[in-house]
């Protein structure tokens, strides 16, 4: 997988934004990349942002829709936790940072 730094490198991630999503994730926002057709970079930009969350928080996988009351549990207890699901459609890959900070 690409680093923040190798997409900066690349010209594909704009120093500006990479420093706001560092910012608002490590603050606890939600982001969810969903646009564009396969091969666009979705899941590398997803996976390097992962980066930027706070060493004291997990990531919690959700391997299926579960009810809201589940999401509450798991982040209830009093650690930053992020949620990290499947992509929309096939496969196996863990992509999505949906939403945490707890």
């Given amino acids: 997988m690409l680093s923040v730094v ?8 704009d120093l500006r934004l990479a420093s706001y999503f560092m910012r608002v994730i490590r603050a606890g926002a ?18 390097a942002l992962l980066c930027f969350l706070p060493p004291n928080g997990r990531i919690q996988v959700v391997e299926r829709a ?6 509450e549990e798991q982040a209830a207890s009093g650690v930053p936790t992020w949620f990290l699901c499947h992509k929309l459609g096939p496969g196996f890959w863990y992509s999505c940072l949906c939403w945490g900070g707890g």
């Fill in 66 to 71: 579960e009810p809201i009351s589940w999401y």
């Fill in 6 to 13: 190798d997409l900066l490198d690349a010209g594909t991630l």
């Fill in 30 to 47: 939600s982001i969810l990349v969903c646009a564009g057709p396969g091969g666009t970079g979705k899941t590398t930009l997803m996976a």
